[in-house]
Nanobody, 114 residues
Framework: QVTLVESGGGLVQAGGSLRLSCAAS????????MGWYRQAPGKQRELVAG???????NYADSVKGRFTISRDNAKNTVFLQMNSLKPEDTAVYYC????????WGQGTQVTVSS
């Protein structure tokens, strides 16, 4: 059974930074492209950053230049470094495979105050 556990969220002022982590278990982590998703109140969940098995990255336009996704295959962990945070980044953040998604974890709440 695949388990995804997100952590690192919190309350931060606009312009601040947070680093999210997602630990995966029950899967061959290095064999999957991974992504960070977010869901704001009243909105659909969206993919904000992805990283391939080879380390190539891609970002939603709304976070490009501010967020950086990375992975540590030895630790089965994917990270999201978030800088220059804005109030519109407020959401619950989740990780999952980009394709062949599995059950969602509990997510981690990010709240950015203005």
């Amino acid at each position: 059974q695949v388990t995804l556990v997100e952590s690192g969220g919190g309350l931060v002022q606009a312009g601040g930074s947070l680093r999210l982590s997602c630990a995966a278990s029950g899967m061959i982590f290095r064999g999957y492209d991974m992504g960070w998703y977010r869901q704001a109140p009243g909105k659909q969940r969206e993919l904000v950053a992805g990283i391939t098995t080879g380390g190539s990255t891609n970002y939603a336009d709304s976070v490009k230049g501010r967020f950086t996704i990375s992975r540590d295959n030895a630790k089965n962990t994917v990270f999201l470094q978030m800088n220059s945070l804005k109030p519109e980044d407020t959401a619950v953040y989740y990780c999952n495979r980009v394709r062949y998604r599995v059950g969602w974890g509990q997510g981690t709440q990010v709240t950015v105050s203005s």
